[in-house]
């Protein structure tokens, strides 16, 4: 069990800028999950996938942002013309299927627009 | 829909001190429940889970919860803080439609000398 891992773990970019996020989940882990925390608040969900089929968004998710996870394993969430509110800790999480399943978080990546 | 209350947003308390840090939750249905500490420029680490069975819940370095159905609480104690619990903490619970956390806004632990 090598973790969840994240990378970039910070990102400086001009608002305006495209940019991608990559999350490699726990191996054996079917469900993998986005969220984003913002300063002073909890986590808030993004999207979830299932293996490669994504099945939730939220309405956080505007038309800006992205998400896939190609081959089930490693996942990708793509903003693109970012904007000052984008500024965030974007945080990935994996688990097996079932609400009764936790989840592994990875360190996360801090976006910052300048 | 769920929701997750974390009453205190700031705790301060003194070394070997005990400590409550309270969640209350709103389901119409039965729930999981979480609680995850998160260290500075980390992500999440899961402290301890309520699935079901016995409502008094034991968790990693020494802290433990207790699940109260009437009143919707699940308060996660610990009966003497290290200097090193200092971090924020989140309770969390398990949407069960699509599994996915619905956090509160957490409650920073501040332990001191």
């Known amino acids: 069990d090598t973790g969840v891992s994240q990378d970039p773990r910070h990102k400086i970019t001009k608002r305006g800028q495209n940019v991608t996020f990559r999350c490699d989940p726990i191996s054996e882990h079917n469900r993998l999950y986005w969220y984003r925390q913002t300063l002073g608040q909890g986590p808030e969900f993004l999207t979830y996938?299932?293996?490669?089929?994504?099945?939730?968004k939220s309405r956080l998710l505007s038309d800006r942002f992205s998400a896939e996870r190609p081959k089930g394993s490693f996942s990708t969430l793509e903003i693109q013309r970012t904007e000052q509110g984008d500024s965030a800790m974007y945080l990935c999480a994996s688990s097996r299927t079932g609400s009764n399943q936790p989840q592994h978080f990875g360190d996360g990546t801090r976006l910052s627009i300048l | 829909a769920q929701s997750v209350t974390q009453l205190d947003s700031q705790v301060p308390v003194f070394e070997e001190a005990p400590v409550e840090l309270r969640c209350n939750y709103s389901s119409s249905v039965s729930v999981y429940l979480f609680w995850y500490v998160q260290y500075p420029n980390q992500g999440l680490q899961l402290l301890l889970k309520?699935?079901?069975?016995?409502?008094l819940v034991k968790g990693i370095n020494g802290f433990e919860a207790e699940f109260n159905k009437s009143q919707t609480s699940f308060h996660l104690r610990k009966p003497s803080v290290h200097i090193s619990d200092t971090a924020e903490y989140f309770c969390a619970v398990s949407d069960l439609g699509t599994d996915k956390l619905i956090f509160g806004t957490g409650t920073r632990l501040q332990v001191f000398p």
């Open positions: 309520y699935l079901s069975g016995s409502t």
């Open positions: 996938f299932q293996n490669e089929a994504q099945l939730e």
